[in-house]
């Protein structure tokens, strides 16, 4: 036989158990306007200035410091005026940075049919799928196979492609300068391919002329 208080002590063990189960219930379902409960803080709250803060250990009161003139980020030096502006000395340069093959082609070819295409046109002569003059486009880009582009530097048509022209976007953001290189070969190649002549054509391939 059991003492007498073991019962009580089992009910009102169970009654204070349940009520704690309830309380974590409720405190894990319920909305509240108070951050919980911090028991071990740990790391959660540190003095230290946030973005935009004032600091009145600087002279301009700034707590973001200014970078030093002349920091350039780890892989972002962009050394070589000719790859990374298309330039040589002050002038656009006429020659491309790097040999030019089909593998360079070939790349140009798909990165300005998802880039310039919508545009300029798979063509280039500047009637893309997105300018309807139907419907009053204001926004005509330029045909490629005018002459003012066609004798165009090949630099300045990269810093066109990197920075943009008047009313169009620039595509450095977007484009990293290889494939800006492989756009250009392409658009050379293009406004080649609109001013051919028979003796561009290999002898071997003739027949499918005539
Ligand atoms: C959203 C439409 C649009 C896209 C996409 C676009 N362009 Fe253009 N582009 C234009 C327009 C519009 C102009 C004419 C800008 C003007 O005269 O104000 C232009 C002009 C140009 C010119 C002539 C600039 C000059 O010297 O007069 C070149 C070259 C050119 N684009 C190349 C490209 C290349 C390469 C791409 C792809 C990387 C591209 N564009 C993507 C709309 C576009």
Request: proline share 7%; aromatic share 10%; net charge positive.
């Amino acid at each position: 036989m059991a003492p007498k208080w073991v019962w009580p002590v089992i009910v009102l063990g169970a009654l204070v158990s349940a009520a704690i189960l309830g309380l974590a219930i409720n405190a894990r379902m319920s909305k509240h306007t108070q951050p919980r409960m911090d028991f071990i803080p740990g790391m959660d709250h540190q003095q230290k200035y946030l973005p935009q803060a004032a600091n009145p250990a600087f002279a301009d009161g700034r707590a973001m410091r200014p970078v030093a003139p002349g920091t350039v980020a780890r892989g972002e030096l962009k050394a070589g005026d000719h790859f990374y502006r298309g330039r040589i000395g002050n002038a656009w340069a006429e020659e491309f940075p790097m040999d030019l093959d089909r593998e360079l082609l070939e790349r140009g070819q798909d990165r300005y049919n998802i880039y310039c295409a919508t545009c300029h046109g798979y063509s280039g002569y500047g009637n893309g799928m997105s300018v309807s003059t139907e419907a009053g486009s204001v926004l005509i880009p330029s045909n490629y196979h005018d002459q003012r582009l066609r004798s165009e530097p090949v630099g300045s048509l990269f810093n066109t492609i990197t920075n943009g022209a008047r009313s169009m976007a620039a595509y450095a953001p977007q484009i990293p300068e290889r494939d800006r290189w492989a756009i250009a070969a392409y658009i050379r190649a293009l406004q080649r391919s609109r001013q051919a002549f028979p003796d561009d054509v290999p002898d071997d391939k003739k027949d499918a002329l005539r």
